[in-house]
């Protein structure tokens, strides 16, 4: 019997709607947890720091943080009405409205940056509305772009999670390396040669193996956890709002990119799950759902939420799109956020045992995306367009340094490359007409090596 109970759950985690047991998808859950958590808190953590924010606030934010993201995760599994996708997607704060933050910030304070993010979030409601007259904007070629722009853009933050994290005193020591190769080579045996849940649950042990490891080599400072309070709840308004049109502008036109990385997200668990592209109602309601979701995150002192790109990937690595197992993961950063201490645990958890997880994670976004392009055809059109998107859009991002003297605006548009890359593709997808002859060439051939 035991058999064919593990055979089910098997069965169950490659079923968007199937219910495993919780023995299984609470493993498969918290892998979501451990990938996205210090993504989740490292924006509220930059922005706090810089504005001198005190520390007794800080954990509060952090705390909101945690618990909106759970929230918003499980709308956009389970949704309501037409808010929420009803796909495993999993939300977190968003890394790509930290410069314009630090940026509005700085001019007004933090409560300006959360009234832009308030009012700023109707831009991507609005998207998620008119969805499906702007559909044909979003073609695989372009959400294909955004998928391996953002991939791209994530490597170098997984190096860096891999050495011990940036700024840290033994960045790249060899005990950090030594770490993040004993997480990704367990990674690597576990998928290559095991089955059933240890194959699955793959980043999830590996990340136990090195918690493990880094515990008695002195890598996990657990004053963290002594200090965390058993129960706590977060409170709105700590800050106040405060409304400056230039920084509503600014948080607008990030939330309208950001759809673009929705999409891109959207797009890659479709793909793994269901082999198609995203539908029309599943865009709006997960772009709807981020946008209402951000909006309300702000009322209660944390920034804007975007659906994360590494646990689509995670999707790609494990094909496991159970909407349940990713639920019982959101559960838990509810829980973390109420209960101080269990959050504290995985916070104590070394950089480096992360970045050996996540490396490999975040190359899977990258392969995701060529998969997508591949749809669409690599016809002399469709090339033009991807060495722009790649040769102007990214590159640049790359050697911040080189845009030093241009104008601001056009600075604030290169030095993000997912921004970059995604409007080039967009706006050249638009500019330049397909030639039918050339598709059904395309076609033709992909055909022939079929």
Known sequence: MTNVHTLSDQELIYKLDGKPSLGVAIPLGMQHVLAMFIGNIAPIIIITNLLGIPQEQKVIMLQCAMIFAGL????????????????????????????????????YGIAAILGASLLGSLAAVLVGIFIKQLRR???????????????????????????????????GSPENLMLGFIVLITVILLQRFTKGILNVAAILIALVVGY??????????FSVVA?????????????????????????AIVYLIVSLEIIGNLSAITLVAEN??????????????DALGSALAAIFNIMPLNSYGQNAGIIAFTRVVNRFCVATGAIFLILAGIIPKVGAVVAAMPSSVLGGAVIVVFAMITITGM?????????????????????????????????????????AFLEDGVVAAGILALVFNVIFPEDKEENLAAEETAEIAH
């Open 72 to 107: 918003v995760t499980l709308v956009q599994i389970y949704p309501i009405g037409p808010v929420g996708a009803r796909l495993p997607i999993v939300v977190g704060t968003s890394f790509a409205f930290v410069p314009s933050a630090i940026a509005i910030g700085k001019a």
């Open 137 to 171: 904007f979003f073609p695989p070629l372009v959400t294909g772009t955004v998928l391996i722009a953002i991939g791209l853009s994530l490597m170098p933050v997984g190096v860096n999670y891999f050495a011990g994290g940036v700024g840290k005193p033994d960045y």
């Open 212 to 221: 493990l490891i880094a515990i008695p080599m002195g890598k996990v400072d």
């Open 227 to 251: 200090q965390a309070g058993w129960l706590s709840f977060p409170r709105p308004l700590m800050f106040g709002l405060e409304f400056h049109w230039d920084a509503i502008i600014k948080f």
């Open 276 to 289: 198609r592209e995203a539908t029309e109602r599943e865009m709006g309601g997960a772009i709807i759902a």
């Open 371 to 411: 998969k997508m392009i591949a749809t669409a055809g690599l016809t002399q059109r469709n090339t033009t367009i991807l060495a722009i998107a790649f040769g102007v859009g990214l590159s640049f991002s790359f050697v911040p340094a080189a845009l030093e003297h241009m104008p601001a605006v056009l600075k």
